[in-house]
Antibody, heavy 120, light 106 residues
Framework: QLQLQASGPGLVKPSETLSLTCTLS?????????WVWIRQPPGKGLEWIAS???????YHNPSLKSRVTISVDTSKNQFSLKLSSVTAADTAFYYC?????????????WGQGTLVTVSS | EIVLTQSPATLSLSPGERATLSCRAS??????LGWYQQKPGQPPRLLIY???NRATGIPARFSGSGSGTDFTLTISSLEPEDFAVYYC????????FGGGTKVEIK
Protein backbone atom coordinates (compact mmCIF):
# COMPACT_ATOMS: atom_id res chain seq x y z
CA GLN A 1 0.00 0.00 0.00
CA LEU A 2 1.35 3.40 -0.99
CA GLN A 3 2.54 5.58 1.85
CA LEU A 4 3.24 9.29 1.68
CA GLN A 5 5.12 11.31 4.28
CA ALA A 6 5.25 15.08 4.34
CA SER A 7 8.15 16.78 6.06
CA GLY A 8 9.44 20.28 6.62
CA PRO A 9 9.74 23.07 9.17
CA GLY A 10 6.80 23.38 11.51
CA LEU A 11 7.32 27.11 12.03
CA VAL A 12 7.79 29.76 9.36
CA LYS A 13 8.09 33.51 9.83
CA PRO A 14 5.69 35.90 8.09
CA SER A 15 6.83 37.00 4.62
CA GLU A 16 9.17 34.01 4.33
CA THR A 17 8.82 30.90 2.16
CA LEU A 18 7.23 27.68 3.36
CA SER A 19 8.98 24.57 2.02
CA LEU A 20 7.68 21.02 2.30
CA THR A 21 8.67 17.68 0.79
CA CYS A 22 6.58 14.55 0.35
CA THR A 23 8.35 11.20 0.16
CA LEU A 24 6.62 8.20 -1.40
CA SER A 25 7.12 4.57 -0.45
CA UNK A 26 6.81 3.58 -4.11
CA UNK A 27 7.92 4.88 -7.48
CA UNK A 28 6.59 8.32 -8.33
CA UNK A 29 6.80 7.65 -12.07
CA UNK A 30 3.28 6.36 -12.64
CA UNK A 31 1.93 7.19 -16.09
CA UNK A 32 -1.43 8.54 -14.93
CA UNK A 33 -0.95 9.60 -11.32
CA UNK A 34 -0.61 13.19 -10.20
CA TRP A 35 0.86 14.21 -6.88
CA VAL A 36 -0.98 16.79 -4.89
CA TRP A 37 -0.72 19.25 -2.02
CA ILE A 38 -3.85 20.05 -0.01
CA ARG A 39 -4.07 22.13 3.15
CA GLN A 40 -6.46 22.49 6.05
CA PRO A 41 -6.36 25.31 8.61
CA PRO A 42 -6.94 23.89 12.10
CA GLY A 43 -10.64 23.25 12.61
CA LYS A 44 -11.52 24.32 9.08
CA GLY A 45 -12.07 22.87 5.62
CA LEU A 46 -9.83 21.58 2.85
CA GLU A 47 -8.15 23.56 0.08
CA TRP A 48 -6.41 22.09 -2.96
CA ILE A 49 -3.09 23.85 -3.59
CA ALA A 50 -1.45 22.25 -6.63
CA SER A 51 -0.81 19.03 -8.57
CA UNK A 52 2.22 17.72 -10.45
CA UNK A 53 2.91 14.80 -12.78
CA UNK A 54 6.29 13.05 -12.69
CA UNK A 55 6.99 14.46 -16.16
CA UNK A 56 6.63 17.96 -14.73
CA UNK A 57 3.12 19.01 -15.80
CA UNK A 58 1.73 21.27 -13.11
CA TYR A 59 -1.65 22.70 -12.15
CA HIS A 60 -2.24 25.31 -9.46
CA ASN A 61 -5.18 26.66 -7.51
CA PRO A 62 -5.75 30.04 -9.20
CA SER A 63 -6.07 31.75 -5.83
CA LEU A 64 -2.58 30.65 -4.78
CA LYS A 65 -0.82 30.33 -8.12
CA SER A 66 1.32 33.45 -7.82
CA ARG A 67 2.91 32.18 -4.60
CA VAL A 68 3.17 28.43 -5.26
CA THR A 69 5.97 26.36 -6.75
CA ILE A 70 5.53 22.60 -7.01
CA SER A 71 8.32 20.35 -8.20
CA VAL A 72 9.21 16.67 -8.48
CA ASP A 73 12.41 14.67 -7.96
CA THR A 74 11.93 11.27 -9.54
CA SER A 75 15.32 10.01 -8.38
CA LYS A 76 14.20 10.35 -4.78
CA ASN A 77 10.47 9.57 -5.29
CA GLN A 78 9.69 12.97 -3.81
CA PHE A 79 7.71 16.03 -4.71
CA SER A 80 7.88 19.40 -3.05
CA LEU A 81 5.93 22.57 -2.32
CA LYS A 82 7.14 26.09 -1.88
CA LEU A 83 4.72 28.82 -0.79
CA SER A 84 6.16 32.30 -0.75
CA SER A 85 5.27 35.43 1.21
CA VAL A 86 3.39 33.53 3.89
CA THR A 87 1.04 35.12 6.40
CA ALA A 88 -0.86 33.81 9.41
CA ALA A 89 -3.62 32.76 6.99
CA ASP A 90 -1.26 30.11 5.64
CA THR A 91 -1.13 28.34 9.00
CA ALA A 92 -2.52 24.89 8.30
CA PHE A 93 -2.03 21.16 8.16
CA TYR A 94 -0.42 20.43 4.82
CA TYR A 95 -1.21 17.08 3.25
CA CYS A 96 0.37 15.38 0.30
CA UNK A 97 -1.82 12.98 -1.64
CA UNK A 98 -2.24 11.03 -4.86
CA UNK A 99 -4.69 11.90 -7.62
CA UNK A 100 -5.33 9.03 -9.98
CA UNK A 101 -6.11 9.61 -13.65
CA UNK A 102 -5.54 13.32 -13.82
CA UNK A 103 -4.47 16.35 -11.86
CA UNK A 104 -7.92 16.87 -10.42
CA UNK A 105 -9.26 13.41 -9.85
CA UNK A 106 -10.16 12.06 -6.44
CA UNK A 107 -7.50 11.62 -3.80
CA UNK A 108 -7.21 8.01 -2.76
CA UNK A 109 -3.96 8.02 -0.78
CA TRP A 110 -2.96 10.68 1.73
CA GLY A 111 -0.02 11.36 3.96
CA GLN A 112 -0.60 12.06 7.64
CA GLY A 113 -0.12 15.78 7.21
CA THR A 114 2.24 18.22 8.79
CA LEU A 115 1.26 21.34 10.72
CA VAL A 116 2.94 24.53 9.58
CA THR A 117 2.50 27.58 11.78
CA VAL A 118 3.27 31.03 10.46
CA SER A 119 4.40 33.22 13.32
CA SER A 120 7.22 35.53 14.25
CA GLU B 1 -14.85 28.78 -8.83
CA ILE B 2 -17.48 26.16 -8.07
CA VAL B 3 -18.74 26.52 -4.52
CA LEU B 4 -19.96 23.42 -2.70
CA THR B 5 -22.41 23.96 0.15
CA GLN B 6 -22.90 21.11 2.60
CA SER B 7 -25.85 20.72 4.90
CA PRO B 8 -26.52 20.38 7.67
CA ALA B 9 -23.38 21.65 9.37
CA THR B 10 -23.94 19.17 12.19
CA LEU B 11 -26.03 16.02 12.29
CA SER B 12 -26.79 14.52 15.68
CA LEU B 13 -27.79 10.87 15.45
CA SER B 14 -27.61 7.62 17.38
CA PRO B 15 -25.80 4.44 16.31
CA GLY B 16 -28.03 2.38 14.05
CA GLU B 17 -29.80 5.42 12.61
CA ARG B 18 -29.67 6.49 8.98
CA ALA B 19 -27.60 9.55 8.06
CA THR B 20 -28.36 11.70 5.04
CA LEU B 21 -25.82 14.37 4.10
CA SER B 22 -26.30 16.92 1.34
CA CYS B 23 -23.86 18.68 -0.97
CA ARG B 24 -25.06 21.36 -3.40
CA ALA B 25 -22.88 22.83 -6.15
CA SER B 26 -23.11 26.42 -7.38
CA UNK B 27 -23.13 25.08 -10.96
CA UNK B 28 -23.36 21.66 -12.53
CA UNK B 29 -20.47 19.30 -11.86
CA UNK B 30 -22.02 16.38 -13.74
CA UNK B 31 -21.10 13.28 -11.78
CA UNK B 32 -17.64 14.55 -10.86
CA LEU B 33 -18.25 14.59 -7.13
CA GLY B 34 -16.68 12.62 -4.31
CA TRP B 35 -17.07 12.21 -0.57
CA TYR B 36 -14.45 11.92 2.16
CA GLN B 37 -14.55 11.00 5.85
CA GLN B 38 -12.17 12.64 8.28
CA LYS B 39 -11.61 11.68 11.89
CA PRO B 40 -9.67 13.83 14.40
CA GLY B 41 -5.93 13.75 13.84
CA GLN B 42 -6.25 11.84 10.58
CA PRO B 43 -6.19 12.76 6.90
CA PRO B 44 -9.41 12.47 4.91
CA ARG B 45 -10.33 9.06 3.52
CA LEU B 46 -11.98 8.70 0.14
CA LEU B 47 -15.42 7.07 0.44
CA ILE B 48 -17.22 7.76 -2.82
CA TYR B 49 -16.02 8.91 -6.25
CA UNK B 50 -17.91 9.97 -9.34
CA UNK B 51 -21.05 10.52 -7.24
CA UNK B 52 -21.96 6.91 -6.57
CA ASN B 53 -18.93 4.61 -6.72
CA ARG B 54 -17.55 3.26 -3.48
CA ALA B 55 -13.78 3.47 -3.10
CA THR B 56 -11.76 0.36 -2.35
CA GLY B 57 -12.57 -1.17 1.01
CA ILE B 58 -15.51 1.10 1.82
CA PRO B 59 -18.45 -0.71 3.47
CA ALA B 60 -21.72 -1.07 1.62
CA ARG B 61 -23.57 1.02 4.23
CA PHE B 62 -22.06 4.08 2.53
CA SER B 63 -23.77 5.13 -0.68
CA GLY B 64 -23.74 8.21 -2.85
CA SER B 65 -26.27 9.59 -5.28
CA GLY B 66 -27.05 12.64 -7.35
CA SER B 67 -25.84 14.49 -10.40
CA GLY B 68 -25.63 18.05 -11.67
CA THR B 69 -25.87 20.27 -8.60
CA ASP B 70 -27.44 18.12 -5.88
CA PHE B 71 -25.74 15.19 -4.22
CA THR B 72 -26.37 12.98 -1.20
CA LEU B 73 -24.21 10.74 0.93
CA THR B 74 -26.22 8.16 2.86
CA ILE B 75 -24.99 6.00 5.70
CA SER B 76 -27.68 3.36 6.03
CA SER B 77 -27.03 2.41 9.66
CA LEU B 78 -24.46 4.33 11.67
CA GLU B 79 -21.67 2.37 13.27
CA PRO B 80 -19.69 3.89 16.17
CA GLU B 81 -16.69 4.45 13.87
CA ASP B 82 -18.79 6.53 11.44
CA PHE B 83 -19.01 9.56 13.70
CA ALA B 84 -16.70 11.98 11.94
CA VAL B 85 -16.65 14.95 9.58
CA TYR B 86 -17.62 14.39 5.95
CA TYR B 87 -16.53 16.52 3.01
CA CYS B 88 -17.64 16.59 -0.59
CA UNK B 89 -15.23 17.48 -3.42
CA UNK B 90 -15.80 18.35 -7.07
CA UNK B 91 -13.38 17.84 -9.92
CA UNK B 92 -15.42 19.28 -12.77
CA UNK B 93 -13.62 22.62 -12.72
CA UNK B 94 -10.30 22.63 -10.85
CA UNK B 95 -10.84 21.21 -7.36
CA UNK B 96 -12.96 22.54 -4.54
CA PHE B 97 -14.28 21.07 -1.31
CA GLY B 98 -17.42 21.68 0.68
CA GLY B 99 -17.28 23.06 4.20
CA GLY B 100 -18.07 19.73 5.83
CA THR B 101 -20.81 18.06 7.85
CA LYS B 102 -20.05 16.79 11.31
CA VAL B 103 -21.91 13.63 12.27
CA GLU B 104 -21.98 13.49 16.04
CA ILE B 105 -23.39 11.10 18.57
CA LYS B 106 -26.76 12.17 19.92
Amino acid sequence: QLQLQASGPGLVKPSETLSLTCTLSDFISSRSDYWVWIRQPPGKGLEWIASIHYRGNTYHNPSLKSRVTISVDTSKNQFSLKLSSVTAADTAFYYCARSRDGYNSFFDSWGQGTLVTVSS
Amino acid sequence: EIVLTQSPATLSLSPGERATLSCRASQSVGSFLGWYQQKPGQPPRLLIYDASNRATGIPARFSGSGSGTDFTLTISSLEPEDFAVYYCQQRSNWVTFGGGTKVEIK
